[in-house]
């Protein structure tokens, strides 16, 4: 037989491949103590030693900084290795690390990781054993330090759980100290903020969120927040807005995970616990899907006006058929009204009730002069927030004077090249325009006193026509600051009944009533005005006035 005839069925590469000796390091450390006492700078040069002694050539790194294994995909530079890993066509021949405690704590999830690298061609190598998953043996040996690491990790946590338990149990706060505040104490990466005793203070950012707090509380949208900080200073994204309302911390609660319930903690709150409580029920009015459309004006008092029996909110829905609007309450059988007057309807709709009703507040003639005093003096103690946006925007026009002056020194001791020095010398000038701008539209506001009370006084003298000519975005501001727990309505009787007023405008309408039959000459009014200063939050500009 010749069997050298079958050799050909052999399975054989018809090339070698290309040898591939490139290679990745990751270094980490769990906190800046680690990073500060050169043990990145340990593990850099285990992975050189490892690769020079190899014939391997380091091409990328990744890591180089303090981040916590608890979760693998919580730390950015592990993603950005697993991600470029992935993406790219010019795969490493390994990744060098210099303990399997570095590279993760996750155990099974860790092994999938190393299982999926392996797949793509790509191994795990630990410069200090020198163990890789290069063979079966070396793959096990990668797998009993990935599962050592995780259970290194919960024996920790079994003995320090406890501890981090009673911590939270006192009052203290456990984390990173929410926007707002400054946390000091032993447990703080920052070493300007350690301290032998915990203690978290509002800085200068949270004195700035009380105020956000009091704008959502009076029903200000959180766009229109966002703008506003932004103007004294203070940039927060629109989703970071969103998760602060959420949070308890900002009155005074501590909801950790470790606790049993809420308790009190050992920091001064940004807002009361009432507060609080009343921008949750303004949140409440968007759950379950609810979303008011800015175009939609058919039924702007959707969620505003509650159901008598079960002091739910009503939702609008319409009957295209019918072309007609009306709201309803979801629980109570047969509560149900008609948004608008029709030819046909033989009772007043939902609109022209409420129209009605604010009408009850509107401030009479015979009130004018003595209003107009109170306003001046409520709206100059109000002007202490017009004061602070000032205060706000002088201190930023110094900083960017500062900022323009070191650039022009830079451009004259030769750091900085003519074009770098334009541009950056025109985008200066550009911010100190702007600046200027909104410092000259907040002059004129304190300037023209006089015509914004008149305006007010015009808006209290037709609050319902501003209500009933406002589009959508009006109306809501406008139902918010007058009810601000909204209204309820008794749909038999076809007759709002009202919550809590704002209290201006609870004035007027107890002023009206007391000086119904008086003379000019013979009013009596308040004797101490500024007891309606508590009524911040009426800001009739912002109805487009």
């Not at 470790?258 to 759950?287: C, H, T």
């Not at 305006?455 to 009933?468: A, E, G, P, R, V």
Request: with cysteine; hydrophobic share 30%.
């Amino acid at each position: 037989m010749n069997i050298d005839y079958f050799e050909k069925f052999l399975n054989k590469e018809i090339q070698e491949k290309e040898v591939n000796n490139e290679v990745w390091i990751y270094t980490r450390v769990s906190s800046k103590d680690q990073e500060s006492n050169s043990s990145l700078q340990n593990q850099k040069e285990y992975a050189e030693k490892y690769a020079k002694n190899n014939g391997l050539v380091i091409t990328k790194g990744f890591g180089h900084t303090y981040e916590s294994a608890r979760g693998d995909f919580t730390r950015k530079e592990f993603k950005k290795l697993t991600d470029e890993l992935r993406s790219t066509k010019n795969k490493p021949y390994a990744i060098l690390i210099y303990i399997m405690s570095r590279f993760s704590r996750s155990g099974g999830n860790s092994i999938g990781l190393v299982n999926e690298f392996r797949e793509i061609g790509v191994h795990i190598i630990e410069t200090q054993s020198g163990v890789g998953t290069q063979t079966e043996m070396g793959e096990f040996q990668i797998y009993q330090k990935l599962l050592e690491a995780r259970k290194e990790n919960m024996d920790r946590l079994k003995s320090t759980i406890p501890g981090l338990k009673r911590f939270v149990e006192n009052g203290n706060y456990l984390g990173y100290a929410p926007k707002g505040f400054t946390l000091y104490g032993t447990r703080t990466v920052d070493f300007r903020y350690r301290a032998e005793k915990q203690r978290m203070v509002i800085n200068e950012d949270g004195k700035l969120i009380k105020k956000a707090w009091d704008w959502k509380a009076n029903g200000e949208r959180d766009f229109i927040i966002v703008k506003k900080l932004e103007k004294l200073g203070l940039i927060i994204p629109k989703q970071t807005l969103s998760s602060i309302w959420r949070n308890p911390t900002y009155c005074g609660i501590s909801t950790n995970k470790l606790l049993d319930k809420p308790i009190k903690g050992n920091w001064s709150a940004i807002i009361s616990e009432k507060k609080f409580m009343k921008v949750q029920r303004i949140l409440d009015q968007y759950k379950s899907g609810y979303k008011i459309e800015r175009t939609n004006n058919e039924r702007p008092l959707t969620k505003h006006i509650h159901c008598s029996e079960c002091n739910k909110p009503l939702t609008g829905y319409k009957i295209k058929k019918k072309e007609l609007n009306y709201y309803r309450c979801q629980t109570c059988r047969g509560v149900s009204i008609n948004a608008n007057d029709t030819k046909r309807s033989i009772n007043k709709g939902a609109h022209e009730l409420y129209s009605e009703l604010l009408s009850t507040y509107k401030l009479q003639n015979i009130l004018v002069e003595p209003f107009r005093k109170v306003l001046k003096e409520i709206f100059t103690q109000m002007g202490g927030e017009n004061n602070s946006i000032r205060e706000a925007l002088k201190k930023k026009l110094k900083e960017h004077e500062i900022k323009r002056e070191k650039l022009a020194d830079k451009f004259i001791d030769d750091l900085i090249d003519k074009e770098i020095y334009n541009k950056l010398r025109g985008k200066i000038y550009k911010q100190i325009i702007e600046i200027k701008r909104e410092l000259n539209e907040s002059e004129n506001k304190i300037s023209n006193l006089d015509k914004f009370i008149n305006k007010t006084i015009d808006f209290s003298q037709n609050i319902n026509k501003y209500w009933d000519l406002g589009d959508l975005e009006s109306r809501i501001k406008l139902q918010n600051l007058m009810f601000p727990e909204g209204v309820v309505l008794d749909v038999e009787k076809r007759q709002y009944l009202t919550k809590k007023t704002n209290l201006i405008f609870s004035a007027i309408k107890d002023l009206t009533r007391i000086t119904e039959g008086q003379k000019k000459d013979e009013l009596v009014f308040l004797t101490n005005p500024s007891s309606l200063v508590a009524g911040k939050g009426f800001e009739p500009m912002t109805f487009g006035l």
